[in-house]
């Protein structure tokens, strides 16, 4: 039996896509704020030597979407995941995906890490 975490980022939270064009600023502003979110969020579990993370992008209404667009704002709270100390780093040797996945409408749009242990 695997063990399983829940990272949730507030709603509301600037998140970044891939078609953004924002200025190098804003992007580590927001950045930074995921990654803070993140790291936050993920306080308290342990450390981990070999994760599966599936991230849920959970939008603010019904529209079509491409769920991996968001993979900017990922990669950042999977950062803060490492931030936190979840997992040493996040190279394939201890972590798999982030696999991204379109959730339920939630306002203000969230972002979810699922986080499950797997075998070293």
């Known amino acids: 039996m695997s063990t399983s ?3 949730a980022l507030p709603a509301g939270l600037r998140l970044m896509t891939s078609n953004q064009r924002l200025h190098w600023r804003t992007r580590a502003k927001v950045t ?3 990654r803070g979110a993140a790291m936050e969020a ?3 579990i342990p450390e981990l ?6 991230a849920v992008l959970h939008p603010h209404d019904k529209r079509r979407r491409d769920p991996a667009n968001w993979y900017p704002a990922v990669k950042a709270a999977v950062d803060g995941i ?3 100390g979840v997992i040493e780093d996040d190279d ?3 972590l798999i995906g982030p696999d ?3 959730g339920t409408v939630v306002r203000g ?3 979810v890490l699922h986080i499950e242990e797997v075998a070293a």
């Open 92 to 94: 394939a040797t201890r």
């Open 82 to 84: 490492v931030d936190a």
């Open 49 to 54: 030597q070999r994760v599966h993370i599936t």
């Open 42 to 44: 993920a306080f308290g």
């Open 32 to 34: 930074k704020a995921i």
């Open 109 to 111: 749009t969230q972002l």
């Open 5 to 7: 975490y829940t990272v």
């Open 100 to 102: 991204m996945r379109l």
